[in-house]
């Protein structure tokens, strides 16, 4: 069992920043991939970016890349999400999730993710 708990949410302006931090507990924290999601208002839960358990592998979806920077402390059990000239867009519900470590092709499939954080607000004002 893993437990994961975030932090870091809020209200931001347009082109503010935030930094999203979740904290792992449980099994061996670098046993696993770790992936940030995020739900908007009205719309399904979708993936904002994903690392492996190592950190050498990440991915990002097309709509963040090259403003949201996902990186990880196993030391610490920690993952984090830096996100820098934030949209109103990037409104949503941002969850952290844990998955056994697989097949690069699968890191960015919330299916391959077991367990998941009760969610952080992120709210981006125009």
């Known amino acids: 069992q893993v437990q994961l708990v975030e932090s870091g949410g809020g209200l931001v302006q347009a082109g503010g920043s935030l930094r999203l931090s979740c904290a792992a507990s449980?099994?061996?924290?670098?046993?696993?991939?770790m992936g940030w999601f995020r739900q908007p208002p009205g719309k399904e839960r979708e993936v904002v970016a994903a690392i492996n358990w190592s950190g050498g592998g990440t991915y990002y979806r097309n709509s963040v890349n090259g403003r949201f920077t996902i990186s990880r402390d196993n030391a610490k059990n920690t993952v984090l999400l830096q996100m820098n000239s934030l949209k109103p867009e990037d409104t949503a519900v941002y969850y952290c999730?844990?998955?056994?470590?697989?097949?690069?092709?699968?890191?960015?499939?919330?299916?391959?993710?077991?367990?998941w954080g009760q969610g952080t607000q992120v709210t981006v004002s125009s």
């Open positions: 999730a844990a998955g056994r470590e697989g097949s690069t092709s699968t890191l960015a499939l919330p299916t391959s993710y077991e367990y």
């Open positions: 449980g099994r061996t924290f670098n046993n696993y991939r």
